[in-house]
């Protein structure tokens, strides 16, 4: 089964509304039953220093959230974008999904930065989604950035179902090796035989690229680092498997973490 995709950057700012014309521009040629990843922190603003959120008005975003999914509907696309959450009285990671149809879908980071330990929640919850394309449903993973270093929870998707992974990500760390992130990335695509649609903040100290991975680890489509831009190509979920996770030793695996349990 076929799906369009597209993945888009820009730079990332703390004014919402500028986010926001920015999302609007960038998706203005998008096409309908397409889906569209947009980089974690898209309509918030994200950053190292998350001092900014004691300025950042829960109403504001909320309405902004509203106009996302609108524009959602209004192109008839699948959307998926990251922000900074506000829900009773704590802030959290958020990747949300805004469906054609109005219906929306939030995922919370369960893997928390250094930076956001203290100051926003970590998700609960490690759940497949499942949208309605044209040509049939297809099953998501999504995660968000630092948990590209937890390969145990993108094969805990595939295990439930993902055919494919969303990964949003605000990676623009000089200190960082560079081409470190995006070896991870192809590994999460080939060694789970999953699609992995990565999108991150344009930035020219991007170390993540924004790109689109095959289940055998090969970049399909990939952006320039600092460009505000929209990558698209077409994948097939057909091409996604479970020869590799079928393969696994489950039996030396559950005795290993007894015996470790048991000392």
Request: charged share 20%; hydrophobic share 40%; net charge negative.
């Amino acid at each position: 089964m076929k799906a369009s995709i597209a993945i888009a950057q820009f730079p990332i700012t703390w004014d919402i509304e500028q986010n926001l014309a920015a999302i609007t521009s960038l998706l203005a040629d998008v096409q309908p039953d397409e889906i569209v990843v947009l980089p974690e922190g898209a309509l918030s603003g994200y950053g190292a220093d998350l001092s900014a959120l004691e300025r950042l008005p829960p109403s504001a975003l909320a309405h902004a959230m509203d106009r996302v999914a609108e524009l959602a509907q209004r192109r008839a696309i699948h959307l998926f974008c990251g922000t900074l959450l506000f829900e009773r009285g704590a802030w959290s990671n958020a990747a949300l999904y805004f469906s054609p149809d109005g219906t929306r879908w939030t995922y919370r980071k369960i893997n928390l930065a250094m930076n956001e330990r203290g100051q926003l929640d970590a998700g609960s919850e490690l759940s497949t989604l499942t949208i309605h394309l044209a040509s049939g449903p297809i099953t998501l993973g999504v995660q968000i950035c630092r948990e590209i270093r937890f390969p145990e929870q993108w094969q805990h998707l595939a295990d439930r179902g993902a055919q494919a992974f969303i990964y949003l990500t605000h990676a623009a760390n000089p200190s960082e090796p560079a081409g470190v992130w995006r070896s991870h990335l192809i590994s999460r695509a080939a060694e789970n035989q999953r699609f992995v649609l990565a999108a991150n903040v344009a930035d020219p100290h991007q170390h993540c690229p924004s790109m689109v991975i095959s289940p055998r680890g090969e970049v399909l489509a990939q952006a320039n680092s600092g460009e505000s831009t929209v990558i698209r190509t077409t994948i097939d979920l057909d091409e996604s498997a479970n020869w590799y996770l079928g393969q696994r030793r489950r039996d030396l695996l559950k005795t290993s973490y007894q015996d470790r349990t048991n000392v």
